[in-house]
Nanobody
């Protein structure tokens, strides 16, 4: 049963914008922190951004601060990642995740299938 469904990826020119969405099962994940990782070819998966259950606390990787904004609409059971001023190095598969709580390691998160973002220079 797929519980995290990403959408919104695509091909964009450098300097452009995309908004990713991650729909989640409200019954399962409404009390979870949510976020995004990304993985580029030949590279390790890296943290991008996260948001607390309440939507009040947000955290970003240094590489995306000031360009990306994470938000969530719990009424719609959706997490968003607004990506502006995109660079070629942002090209990767972006994966949504659900974190059940403090001390949980990433391998224990629930992961989506991922959505491809390609930025042409």
């Amino acid at each position: 049963q797929v519980q995290l469904i990403e959408s919104g990826g695509g091909l964009v020119q450098a300097g452009g914008s995309l908004r990713l969405s991650c729909e989640y099962s409200r019954r399962t994940f409404r009390s979870y922190d949510m976020g995004w990782f990304r993985q580029a070819p030949g590279k390790e998966r890296e943290f991008v951004a996260s948001i607390e259950e309440s939507g009040e606390g947000t955290f970003y990787a240094d590489s995306v601060k000031g360009r990306f904004t994470i938000s969530r609409d719990n009424a719609k059971s959706t997490v968003y990642l607004q990506m502006n001023s995109l660079k070629a190095e942002d090209t990767a598969v972006y994966l949504c995740y659900a974190d059940p709580g403090p001390g949980t390691v990433p391998r224990a998160y629930t992961w989506g299938q991922g959505t491809q973002v390609t930025v042409s220079s």
